[in-house]
């Protein structure tokens, strides 16, 4: 069992920035395909970001593309999202996911942190 524990989120201004981590423990983190979900009030929980295992190949929803970063340190068993140029619309609890096969359909989830853009 993978446990999965979000920090780093906030309050911030449109424009601003905020880094969001995720650590792991209880599982093989370098084995695992690491991603982002967002799931704003009233709607779907929706991909944001993903990393493969190695941190080679990177991918992004077209929403986020060019303003958010995924990253990854297998030493520490650590995922980040680096959010850049934020606007109100990425208001949403963000959660990290851990996918044995397929980045897309996590097998586990962290808890979500907050995250609120003000306008």
């Known amino acids: 069992q993978v446990n999965l524990v979000e920090s780093g989120g906030g309050l911030v201004q449109a424009g601003g920035s905020l880094r969001l981590s995720c650590t792991a423990s209880?599982?093989?983190?370098?084995?695992?395909?690491m991603s982002w979900f967002r799931q704003a009030p009233g709607k779907e929980r929706e991909f944001v970001a993903g990393?493969?295992?190695?941190?080679?190949?990177?991918y992004y929803a077209d929403s986020v593309k060019g303003r958010f970063t995924v990253s990854r340190d297998n030493a520490k068993n650590t995922v980040y999202l680096q959010m850049n140029s934020l606007k109100p619309e990425d208001t949403a609890v963000y959660y990290c996911?851990?996918?044995?096969?397929?980045?897309?359909?996590?097998?586990?989830w962290g808890q979500g942190t907050q995250v609120t853009v003000s306008s």
């Open positions: 990393i493969s295992s190695g941190g080679l190949n990177t």
């Open positions: 996911a851990a996918a044995v096969l397929v980045l897309t359909t996590p097998n586990y």
């Open positions: 209880g599982g093989p983190f370098s084995r695992y395909r």
